[in-house]
């Protein structure tokens, strides 16, 4: 049996906390992004207003000024080829995965209580990655799974004291200057500004930023943070745990939603895995909240493009599975009986139709969010899946196997270390 040796190309999903950086030269990205941003402040007002006809209304007359650029993706997407026979994953090549995995964090590990955030070029998401990674591992009985919960309560560790640093329940983003990446160039932006205001004290405590106003940013962070938190909670059952992850989603219900539909989506992952965790209803009136106010209105429902978001942005499929995987998240805990739950089903059954059949089509793309999304919805109660109806999960996630397989057997990694522990432990339970 060959052993697979895990060296991850890609260390972690490192996405703007803001519109992207990307140079606009195409001339319908720009006229595209204009329109948009010509209803972005009325948008705006009605989410505060919480005026679900008004945002409704207002995305009606978005998408019907943006006409053929609806659901354009403000990038080109790129296809990776599919090789057409790879040999499943066994249960020993995803186990000595595992092995591989607390290697990788081992060399890789910088997070320690009491580093200074100002000089800091990481990202509290990277621990989320982990803690997800070893606590799939812990599930799947992995011969280490000692090792990585030993490891993930470590990470853990560090993220409450951020939290704590931060002092409003999100766990927040460091304010280092000049790093490099897309998520650092919009904070800097953000704190620039913020400045220029005169109400930098408002955002930063103790060099961690810990409010974006309207921006949403901060929702990325703390909603990967904080469902790492609770599932950690789930094999620990540490009330360390899951007093840090309520922190996060009590802070996320107090958010009022924002124009950039995906920043919601992660407070709804967050919120889900909160009412799962704790049966607290307050959790899952606030996720099916943000995800009338702030996701679902996004979605075109008619047009070449149905079931992907009309703005340029959250048309890119990155972002597209990510709000797939937070509504999936919901709907896995949302009660059999709730009246938003066909209208949340509709959404993520357009959602799977508009981009898995691409897979097959066009190539493989945007490994880390397909692929947990696509985990996430093949792991769904068999009631969800039956409501879902045939979506081509099943023929998404067989090409997505292939891909990352042969990755990870030419060890080259085919995404970050919380999707391919994912993987990892799917691999385990289906074998």
């Not at 992660?266 to 919120?271: E, I, R």
Request: charged content about 25%.
């Amino acid at each position: 049996m060959r052993t697979i040796v895990f060296i991850p190309a890609i260390l972690f999903l490192v996405a703007g906390i803001a519109l992207s950086g990307y140079a606009d030269t195409n001339e319908s990205v720009i006229a595209a992004k204009r329109i948009t941003s010509e209803f972005a402040e009325q948008l705006a007002d009605a989410q505060r207003r919480e005026d679900e006809a008004g945002i409704r209304r207002i995305m009606q007359e978005t998408v019907e000024r943006l006409g053929d650029l609806a659901g354009i993706p403000e990038v080109e997407d790129e296809y990776s080829p599919c090789p057409e026979s790879v040999r499943p994953l066994t249960r020993e090549e995803a186990k000595a995965g595992f092995a591989k995995l607390l290697q990788f964090v081992r060399q890789k590990k910088w997070w320690k209580v009491g580093l200074d955030p100002t000089k800091t070029e990481h990202l509290t998401r990277e621990l989320a990655a982990i803690i997800v990674a070893c606590t799939a591992g812990v599930r799947a009985e992995a011969p280490t799974k000692v090792a990585l919960l030993q490891e993930a309560v470590e990470a853990a560790d560090y993220l409450i004291w951020c939290q704590k640093q931060g002092g409003a329940g999100v766990y927040p983003f460091p304010t280092f200057r000049g790093g490099r990446g897309a998520a650092f160039e919009a904070a800097d932006r953000f704190l620039r500004r913020a400045e220029r205001e005169g109400r930098l004290d408002e955002v930063v405590r103790n060099g961690w930023a810990v409010e974006d106003f309207s921006d949403g940013g901060l929702q990325f962070d703390n909603g990967l943070c904080g469902v790492a938190m609770f599932e950690l909670y789930d094999v620990t059952k540490n009330e360390q745990h899951l007093a840090s992850a309520r922190a996060a989603a009590d802070w996320a219900v107090g958010r009022p939603v924002v124009t950039n539909w995906n920043y919601n989506s992660f407070s709804v992952y967050l919120l889900a895995h909160a009412y799962r965790v704790t049966r607290d209803v307050k959790y899952l009136e606030s996720a099916k909240k943000k995800v009338r106010l702030g996701v679902l209105p996004g979605q075109l429902t008619l047009g070449p493009h149905k079931g992907r978001w009309a703005d340029s942005h959250n048309a890119r499929p990155a972002y597209h599975y990510i709000m797939i995987r937070g509504l999936t998240a919901l709907l896995n805990v949302m009660p059999a009986d709730d009246p938003e739950r066909k209208t949340i089903i509709d959404c993520v059954r357009q959602a799977l139709l508009a981009r898995n059949n691409e897979f097959e089509t066009k190539g493989i793309m945007n490994v880390d969010s397909s692929l947990e999304a696509l985990l996430l919805v093949k792991a769904a109660p068999q009631m969800v899946r039956d409501e879902l109806e045939n979506c081509k999960t099943d023929e998404a996630l067989e090409l997505l196997e292939r891909h990352a397989v042969e990755r990870l057997r030419k060890n080259q990694g085919p995404a970050g270390p919380g999707v391919i522990g994912r993987f990892f432990e799917y691999a385990c339970q289906r074998n």
